[in-house]
């Protein structure tokens, strides 16, 4: 079972940092575009080789899951799964790796190791939160993994440089997003896996033509969007008075999400209108700079990464218009938290969102965002409506545990096809 986070004795909310209303205040974040993290592979840990073991977040033993047999399950072992990505820090894919692990019933797939082939980004913190051990390295590090796994899942690497010629013995590849680079990273790897995972209908359609791909929509953890204070209490903290009507907006800073057109919306909107972006990236400084010029002593910026219903629920709406993606998890989680959304309709959207019923999608102009903010702002029953709505979508629909149980599914669904029944790595244990 999925245990209920402990609330920190203190400031019960952890943020990294913050900015509200417009006036800055420390520990970090202000005038540097990214957390100050050190890289593993660096200081000591060389490239290649594991954390080490002060620091190694397999130590933490993870519990049996309550969960109830499902179909396909091998006898004997569960498949050893190793992860390929290229980085590892708090973004969507990263935080998708996160979810999926903490539900795999681990008598039926486990991850067993994550290499991560970019040396630069490595967040030890993030690290800690994924409970198994991270690998630092490429060549060598994804050969290893290639013969010591049952099955490579992979993302966002190039696969076929490293191991086209020595294969595992199962190669799964997630394609995370519509955007064009996804396509191409596909081509990259297609002289090894055996199928790929689609997180939405549109990146199927987008990047997936001519795979064998199964499409596999993205699932949340609930227990990030836990709240430790009330809403009108995380307001106050941001500066927010009661009757302000506050666009959030949560996830990373960067160009293709967009942010920077919801600071021109609330431009565009009486002053009881205010933004409270939740994140971090490359555009942090930027947006900063952007929202003093545009929106000055209507914003705030926060850092968290955890007890993130603190946020969402001192939202009024939800604004998500990024050009393009996959399944957006911070949709999920605000779904989970019965907020209102405005929406473009890009990745999962449209087959999740119904337009006025669930969420408002909108063409993602500033003009549209402004225009669906004041609608909602008119018509409070009806954005409530719309909230709820989404909580029951996610609720029946967008938990991680439905997702894992798929993810289960469709590899030893894969395994039996390729090999029987049996273990073609059956001397592991």
Not at 36 to 64: C, H, K, M, N
Not at 232 to 244: I, L, M, S, T, Y
Not at 312 to 322: E, K, P, R, T, W
Not at 343 to 361: C, F, W
Request: aromatic share 8%; glycine share 8%; hydrophobic share 40%.
């Amino acid at each position: 079972m999925n245990p209920v986070p402990s609330i920190p004795p203190d400031d019960k909310a952890r943020s990294w940092g913050s900015m509200v209303c417009g006036t800055p205040y420390p520990p970090y974040g202000i005038g540097s575009p990214y957390p100050p993290f050190p890289p593993y592979g660096q200081e000591g840990t060389p490239v290649g080789s594991t954390l080490p073991a002060e620091a190694r977040p397999d130590t933490i033993q993870t519990p049996l899951l309550d969960v109830e047999e499902t179909p396909g399950a091998s006898a004997g072992r569960p498949l050893r799964v190793i992860h390929v990505g290229p980085n590892l820090y708090r973004a969507g894919a990263e935080q998708w790796l996160i979810d999926l692990s903490r539900f795999l019933d681990p008598r039926r797939l486990q991850i067993v190791r994550n290499v991560v082939t970019n040396v630069s980004w490595a967040d030890p913190a993030f690290i800690a939160d994924m409970r198994i051990p991270v690998e630092i390295g490429q060549a060598e590090s994804v050969h290893r993994a290639a013969r010591e796994c049952d099955v490579l899942l992979s993302w966002g690497v190039g696969l076929n440089h490293w191991l086209s010629e020595e294969r595992p013995p199962l190669c799964v590849v997630v394609a995370h997003t519509e955007a064009a680079w996804s396509r191409g990273q596909l081509a990259e790897c297609s002289k090894v896996f055996d199928h790929v995972i689609a997180v939405s209908e549109s990146v199927k359609d987008a990047v997936c033509q001519g795979y064998p791909t199964t499409v596999i929509a993205n699932g949340a953890d609930a227990a990030r969007v836990a709240a430790s204070r009330p809403a009108h209490v995380v307001r106050q903290a941001h500066g927010f008075a009661p009757d302000d009507f506050v666009l959030g907006f949560v996830g990373r800073f960067a160009p293709e999400k967009r942010v920077g057109v919801l600071l021109e919306a609330v431009a565009r909107l009486p002053r009881r209108f205010k933004a409270l972006l939740v994140g971090w990236g490359p555009q942090r400084q930027t947006l900063m700079d952007m929202a003093n010029a545009l929106v000055p002593g209507r914003y705030a910026f926060a850092l968290a990464r955890e007890y993130l219903g603190d946020y969402y629920q001192s939202m009024d709406a939800v604004c998500l218009v990024s050009e393009s993606e996959g399944f957006s998890l911070a949709m999920l989680e605000a779904m989970m938290c019965a907020r209102p959304l405005i929406l473009t309709a890009v990745g999962s959207v449209p087959s999740v969102i119904k337009d006025r019923v669930n969420g408002v999608i909108v063409p993602g102009d500033p003009a549209s965002i402004s225009g669906a903010a004041e609608l909602l702002d008119r018509h409070p029953r009806w954005a409530r409506a719309l909230g709820a709505e989404a909580k029951a979508y996610a609720d029946e629909f967008g938990h991680a545990r439905r997702m894992a149980r798929q993810y289960e599914n469709l590899m030893h669904s894969l395994w039996c096809t390729k090999f029987g029944n049996g273990h073609a790595h059956g001397s592991k244990t």
